[in-house]
Every structure is written in structure tokens, then in C-alpha cells.
């Protein structure tokens, strides 16, 4: 683990953007910006208009995300941790969890408590403890 | 054909790319430091949130004051009010999978774009278990 610096400004243009494309999506399609719905719906085989705008969100999020990045972004201080079996396991619980919980951090965390769900809200205050107590565990009982 | 929601789509996914890039969502350390709150705590993805709730709370608002979105015909938006065990579960094991690694499904996805290996077995991992999870789903009894 290595330390991160505190970026208030970064933050809250980020977050901005992140909220004005969940706003864009829902006045313009009438759609919730969940990242893991958004991205599941691409793994079938089946062609609909569903697949369509799916597939289009998820080039225009790697395009914002590469431009973004000529500018904004270091992309060079990306650091990870654990190695490739602790990414599968991650990306297995990731996946099971999202598909399980119907919805992610942007789904459930943003655009699910935004609508004043319950079922988001649950599901943000049960991924957020677990996750703290994962991070707790890995870091400062197991070391890291 | 000139469609203009298919425009606004890949706007809307431009956003989201640019806010979880800028953010420094796609860099796991930076979210882990913030799940770390007992150790190198980085606060930023609070105001991530709170910027993100803030600007949506508000645009939703008056979003839903119109009938209809501009170029669908109807809000798709999730009918299922109950909490139920696969909700909460789902939610646990989310979180687990989150503070193992630092990635979250969208910032995982975006970060593709900056060709780290980690990034890809990631996303193939958690397409594997998206995929699984709903074939189980679809096949298993109604939850």
C-alpha cells in the first residue's frame, strides 16, 4: 500500500461529471447510469436496441476516459494491489455481487439513492461496510 | 441515420468516463486508501460522492417533472421496492470483491484504456461472474 494524496478538487469536478452523466442519461433515454448494469447487458449474444445503447455508453466512457486522461489525469500513478488471484477473485465477487445485488457503486450509489430507494440504500450502507472491513482485514490484521 | 439519443448516450458515457478518470477512481490505491479509515485515509471519493449525489439528487428532480424522457418513450426505471436476502448478499459480496482489489465496475472498465494487465483479468473475471450469476439466476427458482 502507498499513500495517496487528498485531491478536493479533482473530486468534486469528477463527481460533478459522474452525476451530470446519470442526469443526461435519464432526461435524454430514461435510463439509470449503472456502470454494471450498462456493461452486463453487453454479454449476450442477443442483438437488441437494448445492445446498442449499452455498447454506445461503453465507448463513450472509454473515449472520456482515455481524452480525460490526456489532460486531467496521471495515469501513471495507478497502483494496484494483490496479485492475479486476488484480481479474479475480486472480479468474480464484483461480477456475482452486482448481478445478485442488481447494481453497483454507480447504480445503487449514485442514481438508486438519488430516486430515494431503499433497496439502494441498503445495498450502498452493506458494499460500503464490507468493503471498509475487507480492506481492514487485508491491511491491518492479516498485514499488508 | 442521424439518431440524437445515441448521441446523448455516448455524451452521457463520455461524462462518466471523464468523472471516474478525473475523479482518480480508475486508480485502485486511491480507492482503497478511502476504504482504509483507520489507516492512510484518503477522503477525496467522499466528495466524489457527495458531488456526484448532489448534481443527480437535484437533476433527477427536474428530470422527473417531465412525462417522458426527450428521445424514449418511457423512464425504465427499477420496480422492485422490496429488500430481499440477493440484494443484501449481493451487496456484501460486491463489497468484498471492491476492497479486494480497488476496482468497482465502471472506474474497471474505464481504466482498460490504460492498458494495465490488472485491469483486464479484472474485467474478464468479473464478466465471468456476471455472466454465471445470470444464467443461475434466469435457470434457479424466483428470488
Not at chain 1, 43 to 59: A, K, N, Q
Not at chain 2, 100 to 113: K, M, T, Y
Request: aromatic share 10%; hydrophobic share 50%; glycine share 12%.
Amino acid at each position: 500500500m502507498s499513500p495517496t494524496e487528498f485531491t478536493p478538487l479533482a473530486a468534486i469536478v469528477g463527481g460533478s461529471l459522474i452525476g451530470s452523466s446519470a442526469v443526461l442519461l435519464m432526461l435524454t433515454n430514461g435510463r439509470i447510469a449503472g456502470a454494471s448494469g450498462i456493461f452486463a447487458g453487453l454479454l449476450s449474444l442477443e442483438f437488441s436496441s437494448e445492445f446498442s445503447w449499452r455498447l454506445t455508453f461503453i465507448i463513450g466512457m472509454l473515449i472520456g476516459a482515455f481524452l480525460s486522461a490526456q489532460l486531467f489525469f496521471d495515469a501513471s500513478s495507478i497502483a494496484f494491489t494483490g496479485g492475479p488471484i486476488t484480481t479474479v477473485a475480486a472480479g468474480l465477487f464484483v461480477g456475482i455481487g452486482a448481478i445478485l445485488g442488481s447494481g453497483c457503486t454507480s447504480g445503487h450509489g449514485i442514481c438508486g439513492l438519488s430516486r430515494f430507494s431503499v433497496r439502494s440504500l441498503t445495498a450502498t450502507l452493506t458494499f460500503m461496510a464490507t468493503a471498509i472491513t475487507t480492506v481492514f482485514i487485508t491491511r491491518h490484521v492479516w498485514g499488508a | 441515420m442521424p439518431d440524437v439519443g445515441k448521441i446523448t448516450t455516448l455524451i452521457s458515457g463520455l461524462l462518466f468516463g471523464a468523472g471516474v478518470t478525473i475523479s482518480g477512481m480508475v486508480n485502485p490505491m486511491k480507492v482503497l486508501n478511502f476504504l482504509d479509515i483507520t489507516g492512510q485515509w484518503d477522503a477525496s471519493l467522499v466528495l466524489v460522492m457527495a458531488a456526484g449525489l448532489a448534481v443527480t439528487l437535484i437533476g433527477y428532480q427536474l428530470v422527473f417533472r417531465n412525462k417522458a424522457p426527450l428521445f424514449s418513450p418511457t423512464f425504465k426505471l427499477p420496480t422492485l421496492k422490496k429488500v430481499d436476502l440477493p440484494l443484501v448478499a449481493g451487496a456484501a459480496l460486491f463489497g468484498v470483491g471492491w476492497g479486494l482489489s480497488g476496482f468497482c465496475p465502471g472506474p474497471a472498465v474505464a481504466s482498460l484504456v490504460f492498458g494495465n494487465t490488472q485491469s483486464f483479468i479484472f474485467v474478464a473475471a468479473m464478466a465471468v461472474g456476471m455472466i454465471a450469476t445470470r444464467q443461475i439466476k434466469q435457470r434457479g427458482p424466483a428470488s
